[in-house]
């Protein structure tokens, strides 16, 4: 898994040198179907040395959801989670498991499983499958869901299953490029299906040039 956190690390620093537009949107349904409510919100995200992740809002969040409340935690996965990157800094938090090969978008794929090795409080991880490319490490896609699930006698936030895709950016780099989700969560008070569409768009290179290395993965 070292290997794969090289890689991975090596994607995430190469992000921090694009630009991109997010576009956010969760959709609830009623019990027939049919959409009750939708949040929408379009960002563009840079980073710097001097502010870190910055994000310029282009459209105003809006909301008519009436049955789901978004909350600090769900934000919080749409930023880490959604788009994760298991990074040399995130390796040691996690536990992996081969599960077999797998063709994925055309590339020849490991298909590995990570988990949380323990959940500390107040820690958002994600938890399930990540398909990595053969012949360099890139990870093509993942699926899964943010962990833990919070559930108290006062608050129930529960979180949906999804998958993010990922494209090759300028000929060497693995980006997110969608996250999606149609499932159910059942809370207390009854089922509840939710729709989760995130677009990141328009991967744009800023800043002098730069040259990257952490040595060459282990292909073994």
């Not at 789901?68 to 536990?95: C, G, H, M």
């Not at 590339?107 to 323990?118: D, E, G, K, S, Y």
């Not at 490490?137 to 699926?143: D, H, Q, W």
């Amino acid at each position: 898994m070292k290997q794969i956190a090289q890689r991975e690390a090596q994607n995430a620093y190469a992000r921090e040198n694009y630009t991109y537009r997010q576009t956010v949107i969760v959709q609830e349904f009623n019990d027939h179907g049919l959409a009750t409510g939708e949040y929408r919100e379009v960002r563009d995200v840079t980073f710097s040395p001097e502010k870190g992740r910055y994000e310029q809002v282009v459209e105003e969040p809006r909301s008519t959801l009436k049955r789901l409340i978004l909350t600090d935690e769900d934000f919080a996965d749409i930023r880490n989670i959604q788009p994760f990157l298991l990074t040399n800094a995130q390796v040691s938090f996690y536990e992996a498991q081969y599960k077999g090969d797998e063709e994925m978008d055309g590339f020849p794929c490991f298909v590995v499983h990570i988990a949380p090795r323990q959940i500390l409080s107040g820690q958002r991880f994600f938890e399930g499958l990540l398909w990595v490319r053969q012949n360099d490490l890139s990870v093509v896609r993942s699926e899964g869901q943010a962990v833990p699930q919070i559930e108290t006698l006062k608050k129930q936030n529960l979180f949906p299953h999804f998958t993010t895709l990922r494209r090759e950016i300028d000929g060497k780099w693995f980006f997110p490029v969608e996250t999606f989700a149609d499932d159910t969560l059942y809370f207390r008070n009854g089922p509840q299906r939710i729709k989760i569409i995130i677009r990141y768009a328009n991967y744009k290179r800023f800043g002098a040039d730069s040259v990257i290395r952490f040595g060459t993965p282990d292909q073994k």
